[in-house]
């Protein structure tokens, strides 16, 4: 059975920093990534990483947040920088396994106040 387990989400000021983990399970994970979910608003990327480490990201968060993973621990960090209150989501881990089904964590949320 997949699972994906997130932590580190939580209340914090306009400009501090945050990291979510995401460690998953139950298979073999090739691309894993990170998407947010604003209210009222539909899923969008954040960031994505593939097995090999190449890193794709969202406009809005470059310069500030960085992806990374463990390929032993198929674990997967979002190190978010200099937060916005427009940052303020639902964070959602993916992982997709090479039969190419992808997965998603139930989210971690994240708020900025200003």
């Known amino acids: 059975q997949v699972q994906l387990v997130e932590s580190g989400g939580g209340l914090v000021q306009a400009g501090g920093s945050l990291r979510l983990s995401c460690a998953a399970s139950g298979s073999i994970f090739g691309t894993m990534g990170w998407y947010l979910q604003a209210p009222g608003k539909q899923r969008e990327l954040v960031a994505t990483i593939t097995k090999g480490g190449s890193t794709n990201y969202a406009d809005s968060v470059k310069g500030r947040f960085t992806i990374s993973r463990d390929n032993t621990k198929n674990t997967v960090w979002l190190q978010m920088n200099s937060l916005k209150p427009e940052d303020t989501a639902v964070y959602y881990c993916?992982?997709?396994?090479?039969?190419?089904?992808?997965?998603w964590g139930r989210g971690t949320q994240v708020t900025v106040s200003s």
């Open positions: 993916s992982a997709r396994s090479i039969f190419q089904t992808t997965y």
